[in-house]
């Protein structure tokens, strides 16, 4: 990002920048929303939107696909929802085992 001159944005002018923004759109979730706050929360609204992780890797620019890792944070609705997904499995497999079928089915 550049200033009116054309000048690159300093590393702290632009966190000062992307704070302003952030208190003027209030968010309080978050003590300091910082450029690398955005990066971080970008990955998981891509994640959430179903891009791979290979492809996340490339936008976020990094150099090797492992670093990803560092990136992957867990929305509580997704807790919630693989919780009611490990429910369901548990009560399909129990139910699988008092008919002497104890597999799981292919689908929940």
């Given at each position: ?46 994640r ?21 890792v ?39």
């Amino acid at each position: 990002m550049r200033n009116d001159n054309g000048r690159r944005l300093s590393r702290g002018e632009l966190s000062y920048i992307t704070q302003k923004i952030a208190r003027e759109a209030g968010i309080t979730r978050l003590k300091r929303v910082t450029p690398h706050v955005i990066r971080h929360t970008l990955n998981v609204i891509r994640r959430q939107s179903g891009i791979d992780s290979l492809t996340r890797s490339a936008l976020l620019t990094h150099t090797s696909p492992s670093s990803i890792v560092s990136y992957e944070h867990l929305d509580p609705a997704e807790l919630v929802a693989a919780r009611a997904t490990q429910r369901l499995g548990l009560a399909a497999y129990l139910k699988s085992a008092t008919t002497g079928q104890n597999k799981l089915p292919e689908k929940l």
